[in-house]
């Protein structure tokens, strides 16, 4: 949040920008005291880089081998089952708000200082379940101390090919956790289509390809324009998704 207002107040020349994420959007629609620098007034997208999903995890020992599975366990122990996140109001916790409000699930939030100790407890069984990012847990799934069971984007992963999405249960939760570039609000159209040309040309090249790939990131260029509208639409769900869930702000 420091950095994000540092970028907002700098001058609108290109040569100040935020490398964002979904905590950009999210930020805004949780702390609502003292307001973050607003996502959509305050910045313009010049292009989204790379994308990666949740991926709800569990510990072994849950009688769940499948996402269908783990829904009828939730549904028959309501408030039984502890999901961990890295916190109140980030990514993870509000991707387990949405899940429960479109599966319909009573499901116990355990809030950590973080992703690493939610998921550390998760792999000691501690809890039994979380929604983590791919980047450090796919080596927990490969050598079987986590179950993956389902990813929170549109298509399956290529990192875990045999893991349904949420979509195709007929849930509509679907939630990257993308990166992207902003620039202050007022940079100049040629700067940012300049900036946005060099970041594609980036993206095209099959070392950075690969290295984000390896990571579990798939890249996945935007224009400008396209990006702008992808920010004003997770703003509106994440406040929509805290209000219907009843998340108190700070």
Known sequence: ?????????????GYTLLLADLALTI???????????????????????????????????VPAATIKEFLALAKAQPGKINVGSS???????LTLELFKLKAGLDLNHIPYKGGGPA??????????????????????????????????S???????PNVPTLTELGFDVVVT???????PAGTPPPVVKRL??????????????????ATGLEPAPQSPGGFQKMIESELKRWR????????PTE
């Open 1 to 13: 949040m420091l950095g994000t207002e540092l970028v907002a107040k700098s001058a609108p020349d």
């Open 27 to 61: 930020n805004a629609a949780y702390y609502l005291k003292q307001p973050p620098a607003d996502p959509v007034k305050s910045f313009v997208g010049v292009a989204l880089v790379a994308e990666t999903p949740y991926v709800l995890m569990v510990h072994p020992s």
């Open 87 to 93: 916190g109140n109001g980030g990514g993870l916790h």
């Open 119 to 152: 998921l550390n407890d998760t792999v000691a069984g501690q809890i039994q379940a979380t929604f983590i990012g791919m980047g450090g847990s796919l080596q927990f799934v490969q050598n079987n101390r986590l179950r993956a069971l389902a990813v929170t």
């Open 154 to 160: 549109t298509k399956r992963s290529a990192a875990l």
């Open 177 to 183: 956790n993308w990166y992207g570039v902003v620039a």
């Open 196 to 213: 946005y040309d060099e970041i594609g040309r980036a993206l095209a090249t099959p070392d950075v390809r690969e290295r984000l790939l």
């Open 240 to 247: 929509q998704t805290i209000k219907d869930a009843r998340i």
